[in-house]
Every structure is written in C-alpha cells, then in structure tokens.
C-alpha cells in the first residue's frame, strides 16, 4: 500500500472536496424556498440516494489528475537536473577562464 501526502490546496486530489462541490451545486440548483429546513432536506436527500455510481466518477476524476500532477514533478525534476547540469557546465567554464587569467 502506498501512502499518498496530498498538497494543501489542493481540493482536485481530495475527493471528499468534490463530493462537497457536488452537493453544494445540488442543493443550490434545487432550492426554491430559500430555508435553511429548506437546505437541510435537499442535503439529506441527495446523501441519501448518492451511491457508488454517484461517488465513483469523484475518483476517478483524483486519479486523472494524480497521473497529470505526477507527469508535470516528472517533467519538473528533469528540467531541475538540466539546470543543475547547465550549471555545472558554466562554473568549468568559469574556472577555465580565471585559471587564463593568472
């Protein structure tokens, strides 16, 4: 089993955030008498008949963005290692140039 740290801030990794989103777009596309009984019975509606069919898109739609976030730190530390690369290149050239100097 792996252990995912998921970022702060993060809200399209963490299903629950979606499933949260999902329900706030339920109640606020069907409520029409503006109550807060109003709200309650909306929410305990739509927790009622929300069932894996429902929940199931929430994570697949994590995963898609877990392989995107995992592709770009791919993509991120390869670009940090050319740097460092580079980096590495220029201090030589440096060093060539000032041992010419003395």
Request: aromatic share 6%.
């Amino acid at each position: 089993m792996e252990i995912v740290h998921i970022p702060v801030k993060h809200c399209v990794l963490k299903p629950i955030e979606l499933v949260w989103a999902g329900l706030k777009n339920f109640v606020r596309n069907r409520n029409v008498r503006f109550s807060l009984n109003g709200v309650e019975q909306l929410t305990k509606e739509m927790v009622i008949v929300m069932g894996p069919e429902d929940v199931g898109p929430y994570f697949d739609h994590v995963k898609k963005h877990e392989e995107i976030f995992k592709a770009a730190d791919k993509i991120a530390g390869e670009m940090d290692n050319d740097l460092i690369d580079d980096d590495d290149a220029d201090n030589n050239l440096i060093d060539i140039d000032s041992s010419d100097s003395d």
